[in-house]
């Protein structure tokens, strides 16, 4: 079945250091990969997407390139800010007409000033 | 204007009692989901409906019920609360059906606490 197995957190880093949160998966045929981020007290909400291989999501500074060679969907951010602060879900969809999104079990981040 | 809405936002409750959490999404989706964050973070998906059709429907315990009295809403009723049940649930839509990376839209969560 299909799976996406993120990087251990919490992460912690000072304010403007480069953050790298890794992201792999497990699926059949080709499918769509996610970031999702979840501030403190708050739902998830989209943080960028890639549907096809080699596609780079971006979206507040943040980007991601779809690898299928290495079927990695890595989460960067060249200079993080107090702001960021929250947990960042790594996530797939396997197409093909399925309705589900599998999650990774997520990464905290904290940024300290 | 709130797209996916729970209510309510918080809810305590004694074991045993029987509890319901709605979801409301004015998006126009075909599509929503509940899904169950335990105290870790990890999200599991629980029931998802396509136009009213229950879809989706993975391994949870038959004291969970969902409802969809039209596509704009999916309510989860919860029989006979154990502790266990606590954690923070969360209702989701999105367009169709996720065949090409369209994006789920996500509550603000109902944070559940079984005493």
């Known amino acids: 079945g299909d799976s996406v197995t993120q990087m251990e957190g919490p992460v912690t880093l000072s304010e403007e250091a480069f953050l790298t949160i890794n992201c792999t998966y497990t699926?059949?045929?080709?499918?769509?990969l996610f970031w999702y981020v979840q501030y403190p007290g708050e739902g998830l909400q989209l943080l960028l997407k890639?549907?096809?291989?080699?596609d780079k999501g971006s979206n507040k500074g943040f980007e991601a390139t779809y690898r299928k060679e290495t079927t990695s969907f890595h989460l960067e951010k060249g200079s993080v800010q107090v702001s960021d602060s929250a947990v960042y879900f790594c996530?797939?969809?396997?197409?093909?007409?399925?309705?589900?999104?599998?999650f990774g079990k997520g990464t905290k981040l904290s940024v300290i000033p | 204007d709130t797209a996916v809405s729970q209510t309510p936002k918080y809810l305590v409750t004694q074991m045993g009692n029987d509890k319901s959490i709605k979801c409301e999404q004015n998006?126009?989706?075909?599509?929503m989901y509940w899904y169950k964050q335990d105290s870790k973070k990890f999200l599991k998906i629980m029931f998802s409906?396509?136009?009213?059709?229950?879809?989706i429907n993975e391994t949870v315990p038959n004291r969970f019920s969902p409802k969809s009295p039209d596509k704009a809403h999916l309510n989860l009723h919860i029989n006979s609360l154990e502790l266990g049940d606590s954690a923070v649930y969360f209702c989701a839509s999105s367009q169709e059906r996720l065949a090409g990376g369209e994006t789920q839209y996500f509550g603000p969560g109902t944070r559940l606490l079984v005493l």
């Open positions: 890639a549907t096809k291989a080699d």
């Open positions: 998006l126009g989706h075909d599509t």
């Open positions: 699926a059949t045929g080709y499918p769509s």
């Open positions: 996530a797939l969809n396997s197409g093909a007409g399925s309705y589900q999104l599998t």
């Open positions: 409906y396509n136009n009213k059709e229950l879809i």
